[in-house]
Structures are given as structure tokens and as C-alpha cells.
């Protein structure tokens, strides 16, 4: 890094450095000189850096020398900052404003969230701030307005916060194909990109800029940081070998949040964050001020959680991904990870939340629920110390998310077609775009297809006679604005709290404040009295009014069961399974694990074996009157439940009839009537042939066809690209007829147009999405050859975990830990006898 003298900096930035006891860093001063010579630039440096300040300082310089201007004075928008998060980007505008108003400054600063009332975001348009703070959504909301040229001519410069955490999603897809467009609209603009976690910094760097040339932005990477302090959680108790619940270790979590002035305890679900949430509430006799954060909350419940963080009023936050990413609390001094961490990445971006100081440790405890996490978390533990990075590789462009754009930007104005196609293939992820492809997109929002064109529902663009594409009508305009975005969650219902009518005992009233939102599928399962978790409380469920479930408080003492989310599960990372495979390979390493894991290990060795890192352990033995075949590939839930699906096709083909399987991060259990061990003992090949990559072709494509998986990824690529729209000017589709919808039109297009785009979007998506394909390929090509048959008389200890997946309820009650826990315990028992 160039050393940039600190003169650069304007008088009255040096005396604000001054008075508050700081000096600007070098990154700092930087970015300035960068901004100064027109540079886009990647800031990757540690947590507590000042990389937003960094990032901010060329925009606080440039505005304050620009001045006030007269007051009624219309000045064009100077900075657009984007956040994957709604909370970090009220959190930022927090921090910012306090420099802005220690300096007197005359900048204005305003977020646009989903959650900013409509007044405000039409005074925006009218009267643009200087700095704006905001979402990828609300991007393309904005760049979809008639104004939109207006609104951002003036543009200076975009700043992308956790740039590493935006990329790797169809959000990211739609984020780039918006600063595809700023930079058309205001070529004088530039980027910065903010992140602290990055594996391949290029990929980055050729998000930032237009690749019409295949051009870098300029990389600024600071060095150093304190190490974490980070540890894993042991107790004295035996963990179970399945559950994700930890329930024995919550009092161990109680005493660190009572030790510590601030904790964060994150945890995978919004599920998880239920349980934890209540089960530490059990155990607070010193009456802690300990609250609850996750997505499906209330947006006003979630700002008086986030205030009361940032006044210091909370002992601890039990939350979700929802505070993953920058939030600049200066009291936490502890990270709890609840659970399996499941990325290296990830967890290094979670204990960046404590202590969120450059050059003070970060604390953090991992707390595994169950004994294969125990090797996750070691494996984890061991990628932070080497700062080892998994974010995922730079994406291809989905195709479903550039006709949402395409649609977008005729809402905004008329467009020509190889204009508009030169335009996206200067944004990174399309820059490989063909001409066929992006035509295939245009036809498709012009007339939904081929097999659709004869309905005028599916007909949302026109060409005119000037050759330009615009908007069908207004309508069209509308219910865009209503369905933007790449975020397609199971359906929701929000939850009111009733109060019991005086006049009428028994009859309950919706009264009471809004809760939050569960998903519909939840609420459907429902019948009054049933009792369930959520927003913290033991509700009572009184029924459904007016597309509100209607719920009134338990009390203490019930059984309640806890919404199932579909959102927010994080599948194990390739990088982490290959760390948890060589653990678990390698005895030497078992010294470094807790005496239970050693132990379990060596029970299973005795039994059975204790696969290599590249190989694959099947085992086979009968229980009961089923036979069953157990194999652990580590290669996380989702590739894995698309091998069981796949296998049991093969054994239903080799008439062992199978009935079923289950599936977990870290093994597959398939269970069946035939005997797949005899089958084996008298064809050596039959395991290297059930195994065989050739699955991944007619049995995949067979299977695919037929799949509700498939029909369901089918489904959140139609609701993204506008075939099926979930929100219309005041209504909504329920989940269930957003279901029959695109189940109708998915046997449509499989039959008239296998080729339509969004049936080739589906199949893109199932290889690294819900079906994990392109993992599971990567899994069959490592252990060709290298397949470990061992055929038992009874269950291994190994083989436990993954058959108490066998039966398992969605739900969660006060007892689900003790039945599991007797299952568990006679398994054991057979294993070990």
C-alpha cells in the first residue's frame, strides 16, 4: 500500500481525527487518493478496520467542499451506498450521521428500505439526498422509475458493503445488472467495494466495473488484525449424536452471557433462533435483558431490539443471519455460534461482530449440538487460525433474474435491443452473455414463450414502430414495482396478538399488535388451541381473520411447537466437509477432539472402519425386518438428498424395494425390503455400479422430470422472472395457488417448449441450488473406485446418527430432546453390544 501523505485530508477532517483520539489510516487515505484520480477500488481489510469510514471519506471530503448551496436548491443525488441488510444500512446512516454533525457538515443522509413509508420515497425522487443508503431491491425499484435518469445523472460514486456476501446469490445477478445501468446513466461514476472476507479478490474486482474490456478496479488490502479468540464449547455431558438443538448446552451459554457485557448468539434458522431464544429465557432468574432478532419479526420489534444494542440496554441478542454482516456494536465482547458453523467464511464473518476493533481480539465460543459437529467446529476452529477462505466461486448470470431486469428497464423507458445487450454484458456475471440467450429473455417478457404467446396475460413488453421496446401499460408498471426481487420465501402470514372480548367471553378479537409473520404452510397446520412458538412467546393459536392468524398468550406451562422455516438453512461447504473428512481419517487427530468424539471413533474402528479422506464407507446390515444401507459422503443435506433420491430409483430398478431414505449434512440412511448386502456379496461390481457418475444422466433427467423438488425450483425461477406474480395492487397469492399456477405451466413448457428459457434457469439453478448436482458430480468423480463396502450384522456407531433422522417430526416440543435421546440410547446399545 502507497503511503498518501495526510494532507490530502482537508483541515477539518484532521481536526475531527484529532478530537476524537484517532489518526487515519493508511487504507483510509487511500481510498481518498483513488476517488481523487477517478479509480474504482476493493477494500479488503479485517473487522474494526474503518473500512466504512474508508469507503465514505472520498463522498464526506468531496460533499463538504461542494458546500450547502442555496436551501431550496435541487442538488443530484453525489453517493449511493448499498447493504445486503436493511439493519445495517439504518445502522450506517447511524455512524455516519455523528462525523457529519461533529463537523457540521452540510450533507444530508437518508435510507430507502422496504421498510421507508411511501411519502418519503416519492419526496426522495422529488428532492434526492446527498447520500443515499440502500438495498439491492430497492435499487432496481429505483432504476425502474420514469426518473430515473434524473435521479442519478449526478452520480458520483456506489459503495457495496460486504460486496463478498452480495455476489454470491441471484441478488447479487440483479445488483450487478443495476450497476450495469448506473454506470450507463452516469459514466462518471465509480465503485468501492467493502469487504473483509475474500477468497478470489479478481472476482471482485471485475464485479466493480464495466468488463466491456475486461478491466480491474484497483485492490487495496490492509494487513493484520488481532487473532480471534475463539474455542469450542466442551461440556461434561455427552452430546447426542443427531439434534440441532443444543439443549444441553444452553445453562453453558446462560453463564457466558452473564459473564460478558454484550453477546451475540447466533444460530443457522429462524427455528433455532425460536427455541434458543425461549430455552435461555427458562434459565434467566437474574432477569437479563436478552431479545430476539430474525427476518420473520415484526420490522418494528426488530428496530427496538437493534436501538436498544446500539444505546448498550442489552445483556444478549439471540439472532440469525439478520446481524451476520458489519453492524458496528462497540459493547459485544462475546460471539455464541449455536450449531454447526457450515462455512469457514461465515463464522469468521460472525466472530467479526465482537469486539469489532482492528487491533482488540475477537471472542467467540462455537457450540456444537451434536458429536459430528464436534469435528465441524474443529475443522472450523482450524480454517480461522490459517484465515482460510470458502466464499463460493464468481456466478454465471441467471437468466431468470435478467428478464425481471429487462422488464424493469422498459418500466423505466424505451430501450433498443443491442443497446440494452451491450449494457448487461458490461456487468460481470454476463459478460458471457450470448445473443440467442438475452433474445430468449426479450421474447419471454414479450410474450411469455412460445407455448404462452397466445396469452395476453404473458405479453408484458411491446415493440413500436420506432423500434423501440417499452412497457405494455401502467398495470404492468405496477405489478413489477409489486414483485421485484430475487428473495422468493415459502408464502407468509402475519401474526396478530387477539385480546378476548369483555361482552362475549370466549370470543377473541384481533385487537392487538402485529407479531411478526410465519409461513402459511405452518398456520394451514394448525387448529385452535394448538399452542407454538414465536416473537419470543408461548402463543395460543385462536384461528385465522381476514389473512391474519389470530393467536393470544399461552402462559407458561404449555407444549408449544415452534414454526417450521424454509428459509435460512446453510448447507455444509465443500471446503469445510474436506477439512471434517481428513479430521476424521487421520487418529492423530482425534487427540485434538474431546474425549467422547475419541471414544465414539474407536468404537466405530472396532465395529466397523473409519473411512479415508477419499473414500466413500457404505455399510449394510438388517434391523428389524428392513435392510439397510448407510453411506457418508459429507457433502452436506442437499446433494445428499438427491443421491437418496437417485439411489432408491436404482434399487427400485434392481428390485430390492426400497421404501424410503433420510438425510443429514453428513450421511445418507436408505432403508428397503430387499437385502442390498446379499445383492452385493454376489455381484462385486453392484456397489461401483450403484454409485456410478452415469446417475447423473437418465436417471437424473428421469427423475427430474417427475420431481416436486424440481417443480418447486421451477417455481422460484418463474415467481423471479415475472411468469407467475405473487403480490397484485391489493391482494396476494396464496402459496398454494402460486403453486398450482406454476405447476400448470411447468407440465406445459416440458411438454410444447422443453427448451423455454426459465425450464433452462431451473435446470442452472438445480446444480448448485436445491438439488446440489454439480457437488454431487464432484462427490461420484472423487470416489470412483475408492467405494468401502462393509456389510454388518447390526447397526455401527457411526451409522446411529444419520438413522435417527428416520422418523423425525418437523416440529419441536418440550419433549422431542428425551425422545431422541431414548432412540439415540438404544441404538447405542445394539452398536455397542
Known amino acids: 500500500m ?99 454533525a461533529e463537523m457540521d457538515l ?53 459503495v457495496l458493503d460486504e460486496l463478498h456476501s452480495l455476489v454470491t446469490s441471484k441478488r447479487g445477478d440483479l445488483l450487478s445488472l443495476g450497476l450495469a445501468r448506473l454506470m450507463t446513466i452516469a459514466p462518471q461514476a465509480t465503485a468501492v467495494g467493502l469487504s473483509a472476507t475474500v477468497r478470489k479478490p479478481d472476482d471482485l474486482r471485475r464485479y466493480l466495473v464495466p468488463q466491456r474490456t475486461h478491466a480491474l478496479a484497483d485492490l487495496v488490502v490492509v494487513q493484520g488484525g ?43 434458522t429462524r427455528l433455532q433462533a425460536e427455541y434458543t431464544f425461549q430455552e435461555l429465557w427458562k434459565l434467566n432468574d437474574d432477569n437479563l435483558a436478552i431479545a430476539l432478532h430474525h427476518g420473520s419479526l415484526d420490522v418494528s420489534q426488530r428496530r427496538r431490539v437493534e436501538e436498544a444494542m446500539a444505546a448498550g440496554r442489552l445483556k444478549a441478542v439471540v439472532c440469525t443471519a439478520t446481524l451476520d454482516l458489519g453492524i458496528d456494536w462497540g459493547d459485544v465482547d462475546l460471539v455464541v455460534n449455536v450449531g454447526a458453523p457450515k462455512g469457514a467464511s461465515r463464522i469468521m464473518q460472525r466472530i467479526g461482530r465482537s469486539n469489532h476493533r482492528m487491533d482488540e481480539p475477537s471472542e467467540a465460543y462455537l457450540v456444537p449440538a451434536n458429536r459430528f459437529e464436534i469435528l465441524e467446529c474443529r475443522a472450523a476452529l482450524d480454517a480461522v487460525h490459517e484465515a482460510a477462505q470458502d466464499t463460493p466461486d464468481a456466478r454465471i448470470g441467471a437468466l431468470d433474474v435478467l428478464c425481471q431486469h429487462i422488464l424493469g428497464m422498459a418500466c423505466a423507458e424505451p430501450f433498443k435491443l443491442d443497446e440494452l445487450y451491450e449494457e448487461i454484458r458490461s456487468a460481470s456475471p454476463y459478460a458471457d452473455l450470448t445473443w ?55 408464502s407468509m402470514i402475519k401474526v396478530r396478538l387477539g385480546r378476548t372480548a369483555r361482552s362475549r367471553p370466549g370470543t377473541v378479537l384481533p385487537r392487538g399488535r402485529i407479531l ?153 440412511a436408505v432403508y428397503a425390503s430387499g437385502d442390498i448386502a446379499a445383492r452385493a456379496g454376489r455381484d462385486p461390481n453392484f456397489m461401483d455400479d450403484l454409485f456410478s457418475e452415469d446417475m447423473l444422466g437418465d436417471d437424473l433427467e428421469d427423475w427430474l422430470a417427475e420431481s416436486s423438488l424440481m417443480k418447486r425450483t421451477f417455481r422460484q425461477c418463474a415467481v423471479i422472472a415475472g411468469l407467475i406474480e405473487r403480490r397484485f395492487p391489493g391482494e396476494k397469492k396464496t402459496g398454494r395457488q402460486v403453486t398450482i399456477s406454476t405447476d400448470l405451466v411447468y407440465d406445459v413448457l416440458r411438454k410444447h417448449e422443453p427448451d423455454h428459457v426459465l425450464l433452462r434457469a431451473a435446470r442452472a439453478d438445480a446444480a448448485t441450488g436445491l438439488l446440489d448436482v454439480r457437488r454431487l458430480g464432484m462427490m461420484l468423480e472423487r470416489i470412483r473406485g475408492r467405494i468401502i463396502h462393509k456389510p454388518l450384522d447390526r447397526v455401527s456407531p457411526l451409522s446411529v446418527s444419520v438413522m435417527l433422522e428416520i422418523g423425525r417430526e418437523r416440529v419441536y416440543s418440550d419433549n422431542a430432546d428425551e425422545i431422541l435421546a431414548e432412540a439415540e440410547a438404544a441404538l447405542l446399545d445394539e452398536a455397542l453390544a
Open 106 to 158: 452540510p450533507i444530508r443522509i437518508e435510507t430507502r428500505t422496504g421498510d421507508t413509508p411511501s411519502h418519503k420515497r416519492a419526496r426522495q425522487i422529488e428532492r434526492p439526498p446527498d447520500i443515499l443508503l440502500t438495498t439491492p431491491e430497492q435499487l432496481a425499484l429505483l432504476l425502474a422509475h420514469a426518473e430515473a435518469r434524473e435521479f442519478f445523472k449526478d452520480l458520483r460514486r456506489v
Open 516 to 668: 411478526g409473520e410465519i409461513e402459511e404452510y405452518f398456520a394451514e397446520t394448525l387448529t385452535p388451541g394448538d399452542t407454538f412458538l414465536f416473537a419470543g412467546e408461548v402463543l395460543r393459536f385462536e384461528g385465522i381473520s381476514e389473512d391474519e392468524v389470530l393467536a393470544t398468550r399461552a402462559g407458561s406451562g404449555a407444549d408449544p411447537m415452534i414454526p417450521s422455516y424454509e428459509g435460512g438453512k446453510f448447507p455444509l461447504s465443500t471446503f469445510l466437509a474436506a477439512r471434517v473428512r481428513e479430521i476424521l481419517a487421520d487418529p492423530f487427530e482425534w487427540d485434538r477432539l474431546p474425549a467422547q468424539m475419541t471414544e465414539w471413533l474407536l468404537h466405530q474402528r472396532r465395529r466397523s472402519i473409519v473411512p479415508g479422506p477419499r473414500d466413500l464407507l457404505v455399510e449394510t446390515f438388517p434391523r428389524g425386518n428392513r435392510f439397510y444401507m448407510t453411506c457418508f459422503p459429507f457433502e452436506g443435506r442437499l446433494a445428499h438428498q438427491t443421491l437418496g433420491m437417485l439411489l432408491t430409483r436404482r434399487l427400485e430398478r434392481a428390485k430390492l424395494k426400497p421404501l424410503g431414505f433420510v438425510a443429514n449434512d453428513y450421511g445418507i
Open 2 to 100: 502507497s503511503q498518501v501523505p495526510v494532507s490530502l485530508l482537508p483541515k477539518t477532517f484532521r481536526d475531527w481525527f484529532k478530537h476524537r483520539g484517532w489518526a487515519p489510516r493508511d487504507h483510509q487515505l487511500e481510498l481518498l487518493a483513488k476517488a481523487g484520480q477517478g479509480r474504482s477500488v476493493l477494500l479488503v481489510a479485517p473487522t474494526g478496520a474503518g473500512k466504512t469510514l474508508a469507503g465514505f471519506l472520498p463522498s464526506l471530503v468531496e460533499l463538504a467542499e461542494r458546500g450547502g448551496g442555496r436551501p431550496k436548491e435541487k442538488r443530484g443525488l453525489h453517493t449511493l451506498y448499498i447493504s445486503p441488510l436493511k439493519a445495517l444500512a439504518t445502522d450506517i446512516a447511524r455512524n455516519l450521521e455523528a462525523p457529519v
Open 226 to 268: 488481532a487473532q480471534p479468540d475463539i474455542r469450542m464449547l466442551e461440556l461434561d455431558e455427552r452430546l447426542p449424536l443427531a439434534g440441532h438443538t443444543a439443549s444441553l448446552s444452553m445453562p453453558a451459554i446462560y453463564d457466558l452471557i452473564r459473564g460478558h457485557k454484550t453477546t451475540l448468539v447466533f444460530v443457522n
Open 436 to 490: 440467442e440467450d438475452f433474445e430468449a429473455c426479450v421474447a419471454f417478457v414479450a410474450t411469455g414463450g412460445y407455448a404462452l404467446r397466445a396469452y395476453e396475460r404473458f405479453a408484458k413488453i411491446v415493440k413500436g414502430k420506432d423500434d423501440l421496446w417499452r412497457v405494455r401499460d401502467a398495470r404492468i408498471a405496477q405489478q413489477y414495482r409489486l414483485n421485484v426481487g430475487t428473495i422468493v420465501e415459502s
